[in-house]
Structure formats: C-alpha cells, structure tokens
C-alpha cells in the first residue's frame, strides 16, 4: 500500500506561486505513476497533472497547461506541483493520487492523500 501526504498549500495572490509536495511511503513509490487532481466548492473533482511511474511524460489540464509543471524526485519518494501565475479559479482543495496507469482519470487512481488547501485572492 501507498500512503500520501501532500504539503505547501496556502494562501497566495493572483500571479504569484506555490509549489506543493506530496510524500509517499513505502518502498514502491517508483512503481507507481503520480497525479495531481484538485476540488473546489461545489465543483466535481477535477484532474491537474499527471506524470509517469520515470518521470519521462507529462500531461495537463487544458486549464493550467503553460502555468503548472508537475515532477517527481523517486529518491525521495516525493511528486511536486509547481504553480505559477496562479489564478482565483485554482483555488481548491489539491490532492496527489498515485495509481498503476498514467492517466487523467481518478478512478485510476488507487490512492490518495487527504489534500492540502490552496486560495488565490484577486
């Protein structure tokens, strides 16, 4: 089993940046590819980034596509999300999901952390 913990959510100004982490436990996080999903009020949840068990692919939501970079450190067991020129509509609860297929679809997704808060004021 895979335990997520995600970190670095707060609260920003419009065009600024905020580089969450997500640690895993375990040692097979390597095995696993790594997404980043987000939910904000009243809204389904929807996909942010995800990335390859290598790290060698990427692919992101037309939404913050040119602003988000999505990495992982294997070594130590961590993903990232880095966000920059961040807007009030990302703000949302993110959470890291790791599963077994790269993939935007959360039902793929076999674990998740409990998520950390980001706020973007205007």
């Known amino acids: 089993q895979v335990q997520l913990v995600e970190s670095g959510g707060g609260l920003v100004q419009a065009g600024g940046s905020l580089r969450l982490s997500c640690a895993a436990s375990?040692?097979?996080?390597?095995?696993?590819?790594m997404g980043w999903f987000r939910q904000a009020p009243g809204k389904a949840r929807e996909f942010v980034a995800a990335?390859?068990?290598?790290?060698?692919?990427?692919t992101y939501a037309d939404s913050v596509k040119g602003r988000f970079t999505i990495s992982r450190d294997n070594a130590k067991n961590t993903v990232y999300l880095q966000m920059n020129s961040l807007k009030p509509e990302d703000t949302a609860v993110y959470y890291c999901?790791?599963?077994?297929?790269?993939?935007?679809?959360?039902?793929?997704?076999?674990?998740w952390g409990r998520g950390t808060q980001v706020t973007v004021s205007s």
């Open positions: 999901a790791a599963g077994m297929v790269f993939s935007s679809t959360p039902n793929l997704y076999r674990y």
């Open positions: 375990g040692r097979t996080f390597s095995s696993y590819a």
């Open positions: 990335i390859t068990w290598s790290g060698g692919s990427t």
